[in-house]
């Protein structure tokens, strides 16, 4: 864990540490490090994402903790259709209990990140008698509005 003076800080990564071990994961400072990229960053992340954030952690750790990560619960996996699976921290309820986290998600063709649209409610979508849903993925794919912007 790292150490600081600064109490707002110091709440955060106790925050943290807390959620850690409601998941039964053991906050361990690699794990503490993953988890505090995944909440700075504005996108969900891939393993490739993290490791240009992290230089000083090997790659096999990282996914290690990623998946640790995602079979707790704590985080989900997003398939974009880029080819990398990407990350991002469960926001919905306490925890996201299959693999989505009832929102949609925007990809965008030009730069190639993924948006969480968390405003956005997904579409109920009847489906046939006998049928059971587990989990939700809806992608949008299109330009996000940064790239939209520089084309003008």
Do not use: W
Not at 30 to 50: N, Q
Not at 129 to 147: D, M, Q, R, V
Request: aromatic fraction near 4%; charged fraction near 30%; proline fraction near 6%.
């Amino acid at each position: 864990m790292t150490k600081t003076d600064n109490p707002a800080q110091r709440a955060q990564e106790e925050d943290r540490i807390r959620s850690m071990e409601s998941h039964g994961i053991k906050p361990t400072a690699m794990r503490l490090l993953v988890y505090r990229e995944l909440e700075r960053a504005r996108h969900p992340l891939s393993l490739k994402d993290l490791e240009e954030r992290m230089v000083t952690a090997e790659r096999s750790t990282i996914f290690r903790t990623l998946t640790l990560l995602h079979e707790h619960h704590l985080i989900h996996a997003i398939e974009d259709g880029s080819g990398a699976m990407k990350y991002e921290l469960c926001h919905s309820d306490a925890d996201c209990t299959s693999d989505e986290d009832r929102h949609p998600h925007f990809y965008c063709e030009q730069c190639r990140r993924t948006f969480c649209l968390h405003d956005s409610p997904l579409p109920h979508v009847p489906l046939p008698p006998g049928f059971h849903a587990n989990a939700t993925n809806l992608l949008i794919k299109g330009i996000c509005a940064e790239c939209h912007a520089t084309k003008k």
